[in-house]
């Protein structure tokens, strides 16, 4: 990655590096014994590390500069391997506080193992470092490919994707030394935050000179979906954490919301995370990968614009139906339902816009399980902006809110819709990048998308039924009016599901480490087949009818 | 000049309102304009044609 680096890059990257060693030595001066200090120390040696990196080949030969006419693919490569090992390491510690919801001595009498540090351990390592890498890389790739321009940038694509993944391993430690800013999906603290704020910025300077490289007149709404990701993101994300820092040398700090507000601008945060950060990139990687990979071009390109800005616009101003029942004004609490209503309509629009797109292709669905990942992705999505619509109605919520119903609904979102889109748009991804002809073994993506599809109904249904079953529980009077069951009682009734919830996240978690060896297997074999086309079989995916396959 | 809880929940519930339907009126007639019709006809063709995966310049 260095090598193609001119010498001026390489002192420019060198340069950044130093700085932030230098942020580093200075964090842990001021911190000290506080985690302030140890994080300190943390991004000293991560940018120590790269910093050898880049000196181990700086002064080897400098690139081909006509090179430079090719698409710029060697952060795209660096970011899959990342979030797979984001995959897997997430969702390893997704399996460990379920277990311990199951078997509480789990936690081992440890602090740092603890439920409550390692559940944000695993929605971060999940949703930001599984997601946020392979929204990163997509993106990359999604536009280059349809604005045909080279990333507008040499060392700025790599400021990205390595400082994202800084921020990552800042909150994932900030959490095990039980650091928090207490505010879910937004826990690490006003450094980490102010570092992802610049890292944000470049990523979307980056963004918007690539697109301006463009022949296209029109730009393709696949990219509309990543500005609309990397924008409402930054505007989220900074307003959320407006907050004092007890001192410079001090890892705490309090927001500046107060009460009612905070909690209205921490779920206005909160659920437009899951809008922009789970679904409008992801909605993005569908618009690209399902037309690529089914070589059928979306069914209707206006109804994917009049679902983008219905999504956009109308997700704004659904987060207050998480304060249902709470001081939040009582308007304020129905607009955010109406709104999540409405929501279904552009929502349902992008599911049957893709659905539609199969039509006629459904034998490619039957032999092609990257294919099916992608249709199964549609479906869940489908299923859960549903499910989302309606929990959002105020006596609805009086029954799911608090409960693992609400767990459920997450995951048939996380699991269902948001990691089998990346895991069809990786391996449609995958062999074109390395210039293979496929992926190492189409067994293994069969293998991994029943485990993927198999651990997802578990938890999903082991959820529903808890979920119900604990709202029920806690609703129940008797004749006397009073509660008919204990907390305790509910928790005991529990227990099956909790079981089976941990077991269908084990499954999911061996479909990614499945994933992770085929894909690792793929990049190191080199391609035999290259010379030698096989014709089209089952165990190859199908070849569309009119274009290139994706993975020649 | 000191805005008042009741005077933004006014704003939010008149032109809120009126905001959001002149935007998707906006929206609407950008997606249908007929002049508009072959540009999105290309785009969501072009992206399936992609010879020699290279740069256009």
Known sequence: MVKQLTSGERQFAAVILVVLAVLGIAMA????????????????????????????????????????????????????ALTMAWAVFGMFIGVWVAAQLA??????????????????????????????????????????????????????????LFGFNLFCILAVTGYFMGLTQSKEYAEPEWYADLWLVVVWVVYFILYIRTLARRREPHIYVANWYYLAFILVVAMLHIVN?????????HAKSYTVWAGVQDAMVQWWYGHNAVAFFLTAGFLAMLYYYLPIRAGRPIFSYRLSILSFWGITFFYM??????????????WVQNLGMTFSIMLLVPSWASAGNALLTLNGAWHKVRDDATLRFIMVAVIFYGLSTFEGSFMAIRPV??????????????????????????FGSLYTLVPTLWKRERMYSAMLVEVHFWLALAGTLIYVFAMWNSGIIQGLMWRTYTQEDTLAYSFLDSLVAMYPYYIARAFGGLLFLLGA???????????????????????????????????????? | MDVDHDTLVSVSKSWGLFYLIAFSIGVLIYTFWPSNRKRFDKAKKNILRDEDDKPWK
């Open chain 1, 513 to 552: 480490i499945v994933a992770s060896y085929n894909i690792w297997m793929t990049v190191r074999y080199s391609p035999e087949a290259l010379t030698d086309r096989a014709p089209a079989g089952p165990d190859q995916g199908p070849l569309p009818e009119n274009v290139t396959a994706p993975a020649e």
């Open chain 1, 317 to 330: 101003w659904a987060g207050s139906h998480h304060l249902h029942y709470t001081a939040l004004p009582h």
């Open chain 1, 241 to 249: 954490n407006i907050a004092v820092p007890v001192s410079l040398g």
């Open chain 1, 397 to 422: 919520n009086s029954l799911s809110h608090y409960t693992d119903w609400t767990v459920g609904h997450v995951h048939a979102g996380a699991l269902g819709w948001v990691a089998m889109i990346t």
């Open chain 1, 29 to 80: 001066a001021a911190g000290r014994a506080d985690p302030l200090g140890v994080h300190g120390l943390i991004v000293l040696l991560y940018s120590g590390a790269l910093l050898y990196v880049v000196l181990s080949s700086f002064y080897e030969r400098e690139p081909d500069l006509s090179l430079r006419t090719r698409y710029y693919d060697d952060p795209i490569k660096v970011g899959i």
């Open chain 1, 103 to 160: 078997w509480p001595n789990l936690a081992f009498d440890a602090a740092w193992s603890s439920f409550g540090r390692l559940r944000p351990a695993h929605t971060t390592g999940v949703i930001f470092g599984f997601g946020g890498n392979a929204l990163i890389a997509t993106s990359f790739h999604v536009v280059q490919r349809t604005s045909r321009a080279r990333l507008a940038g040499q060392i700025s694509p790599w400021f990205v």
